[in-house]
């Protein structure tokens, strides 16, 4: 968020175990939800909200699903990790102890 656009994707954001979330917003009631990012403060005259709304739908928030989904079937995600020296070295300089580590 910065500069008066608001990224969907921030506002939707959800976890796997919490029922999904709708957020009021232009076009929510469309096939693919709500579109992606608008600009209140961006006047359009040809705009149904009048407002900026961008013509595009993205599905950049449907890579941590396939991840989470990956990660539920096989462990892989979690295995990976666990081998990662920078992701080991930077949660132990960050204080985390015991577990895995």
Sequence with gaps: M????LAAVRAGNRHPDRPPLRPAGPGNDRPYGFKPSF???FA???SPTGWWVTPHHFG???GP???MIENYRSGLIWDIM????AVIAGLRRAGFTG???
């Design 60 to 62: 950049i928030d449907q």
């Design 2 to 5: 910065g500069r008066g656009r």
């Design 44 to 46: 359009v005259e040809d």
């Design 99 to 101: 577990g895995w580590l």
């Design 39 to 41: 600009n209140q403060t």
């Design 82 to 85: 666990r081998r990662c020296p």
């Design 65 to 67: 699903v396939v991840l």
